[in-house]
């Protein structure tokens, strides 16, 4: 299936499994379709099951999102009083979308306790997450759930009972945009329909020990023992003074916290002249996506900040990033650090979701199904592959994945052969009924693609280097007051103004920028002026003695707008 006609799917509103090969445009495919909701004044429920999934994704944990935790089986209690929790209720009773991305690490138990939760906050026992749409994203031949030590194997999500009651309609997507290699392609298809065969084996047994010389190539290990221990060592060897770049932190603690272990840069950055390194987020505007490998050259003088030369040659100086999780456009904790991480050493874990030029692998001590097949899909070429070493378990799948994929593809077809022949009036209503039935405002293709960037809530489709903070930036820049930036991206004025204070304290914008924030009329200017007296009197930093000073006139968001430009004329 392609990537539009998962899109025609998707817009229906049905449930969906969106599956097929790593570099099959599964995230693309997601990225288009959140722009899409978005534009229409929707904002969807972003997810994964893991913390680093979640990362990539701007998004939260499913046990995050839900309220569960770390508990896989609710008794009826735990589910009341989860459900019951305001911020809980509030987050699930107002999400009409919901995505869960990498669901093959995510176990039956903890999405069937997921799904109680919600259909108890939403009041609707009887659909699968209360009746909102959800959305599986994965791959099943990639990494399992994980067991803890003594504890039984852990169910794939596709044997809860949630799945069945989802009846979710699968969207294989059977396009390859990662690999171009036609020899390495078909090895990682032959190890997907476990038919390694003795020509595959050689061609495998042809890349070990030929990265003798290149020492400063990334190497992916099973275990975190493994790579601290080289990566220490490495960098321990560079005679040159040692530059630290601390993670910075804010917002809720507890969400701060999970982006923290979820981020691929470490919370304390050590790096030195002549490190290897591996750029862990994507800006593609910049010249660097997640997984683009490189080395230390110097520091720049003015900023400190460390300049690499990428494997193309390409000079970059790498700036700090931002990750945050994003609840209706407004942020709820954030951590900003440089994004980069010392590269001679990656976990196969960690790996997953990158795109690696080339990559030395030790697939000896490989444990668990998928964890070979992760590690080779994410190089791009057979060039770039170099083994140490490789066990029979590398080349394996789980062998119940391969009789579900077969039915997936059978699925899939079926899907495809019902929905490709729909005339465009009938799948534009379809379409249309889905978005009204939301509450937002259905956007053609066509009206889409003539929104200004801006304006389109989230064109992060064309440029995944924007969040929704960068967008407003945009529009501040274009001259556009707060109230114009909300209008048109179906926001409250409240947000905006977050978006402000975040851009200042992310210092991407400078405080000189606002000016044009000030109100024009009179009766504006004064009301600005009285406020500003009391902050000379009573002080900027809380505004609840402000708001009673003034009995209630203005409210908080002026307040908010008015500090910012009180703090900026200081």
């Known amino acids: 299936m392609t990537q539009d006609t998962a899109l025609k799917i998707l817009k229906t509103g049905a449930n969906v499994f969106l599956t097929g090969e790593p570099g099959s445009g599964k995230s693309h495919t997601i990225r288009e379709y959140v722009s899409y909701l978005r534009d229409s004044g929707i904002e969807p429920a972003i997810t994964a099951s893991t913390g680093i999934a979640a990362t990539h994704i701007h998004g939260m944990t499913l046990h995050s999102w839900s309220g569960i935790g770390i508990k896989k089986n609710l008794s009826s209690y735990d589910i009341e009083a989860i459900a019951g929790k305001n911020h809980v209720y509030k987050r699930i009773s107002r999400t009409s979308v919901l995505i869960i991305d990498e669901v093959s690490m995510l176990d039956a138990d903890t999405l069937e306790s997921a799904d109680v939760v919600c259909r108890e906050a939403r009041r609707n026992p009887m659909e699968a997450f209360g009746g909102m749409q959800v959305v599986f994203v994965g791959d099943f031949f990639q990494l399992p759930p994980i067991s803890k030590y003594g504890e039984p194997e852990s169910s794939f999500s596709f044997h809860s009972k949630t799945w069945r009651d989802a009846k979710p309609i699968v969207c294989y997507l059977s396009e390859q945009h990662r690999q171009d290699d036609a020899e390495y392609l078909s090895v990682l298809s032959a190890i997907r329909k476990n038919k ?45 003074k040692e530059e630290i770049f601390e993670m910075e932190t804010s917002g809720r603690a ?24 591996m750029c862990t987020k994507n800006n593609p505007a910049v010249g660097y996506v997640n997984g683009t490998l490189g080395q230390v050259v110097k520091f720049a003088g003015e900023t400190g900040y460390p300049i690499i030369k990428t494997r193309g040659g390409r000079l970059i100086e790498m700036e700090p990033a931002e990750w945050a999780v994003e609840e209706g456009g407004k942020i709820l904790a954030r951590v900003v650090q440089i994004p980069l991480r010392l590269a001679w050493a990656i976990t196969i874990h960690k790996s997953q979701g990158m795109s690696m030029d080339a990559a ?18 994410r190089v791009r070429r057979f060039s770039g592959l170099y083994l140490s070493g490789y066990n029979a378990k590398s080349l394996q799948v789980h062998p119940e994945i391969l009789g579900k994929d077969i039915e997936y593809k059978k699925q899939s077809a079926a899907a495809r052969a019902k929905f490709e022949p729909m005339e465009g009036d009938e799948l534009d209503l379809l379409h249309r009924n889905f978005i009204r039935a939301l509450g937002g405002k259905y956007v053609s293709d066509e009206d889409r693609k003539k929104m200004p960037r801006a304006a389109g809530k989230s064109r992060r489709s064309s440029d995944p280097a924007k969040n929704t903070r960068e967008i407003t930036l945009d529009m501040l820049n274009d001259g556009k007051s707060v109230s114009e930036i909300a209008a048109s991206r179906n926001l409250k004025a409240s947000t ?46 809380k505004l609840k003695p402000v708001y009673e000073h003034h009995e209630g006139l203005y409210s908080y968001d002026t307040l908010r707008l008015a500090r910012l430009l009180f703090n900026k004329d200081k």
């Open 360 to 377: 030395v692998m030790d697939l000896s001590d490989v444990f668990e199904y998928g964890q070979g097949y992760v590690a080779l899909s």
């Open 196 to 240: 390694c065969g003795e020509d595959h084996e050689s061609l495998m047994r042809s890349r070990v020990g030929r990265h003798e010389g290149n020492a400063d190539m990334p190497r992916l290990f099973s275990h975190n023992v493994d790579v601290d221990g080289l990566n220490t060592k490495r960098l321990a060897e560079i005679e040159a």
């Open 254 to 277: 507890q969400i701060a916290d999970t982006l923290k272990r979820g981020c691929l840069s470490p919370e304390i950055l050590k790096l030195k002249v002549g490190a290897a390194v």
């Open 496 to 541: 905006i103004i977050d978006h402000i204070y975040d851009l200042l304290f992310a210092k991407k914008i400078d405080e000189s920028r606002i000016a044009h924030l000030a109100p024009r009329d009179e009766k504006g200017r004064a009301d600005m002026f009285s406020i500003h007296e009391t902050f000379e009197k009573l002080g900027a930093d």
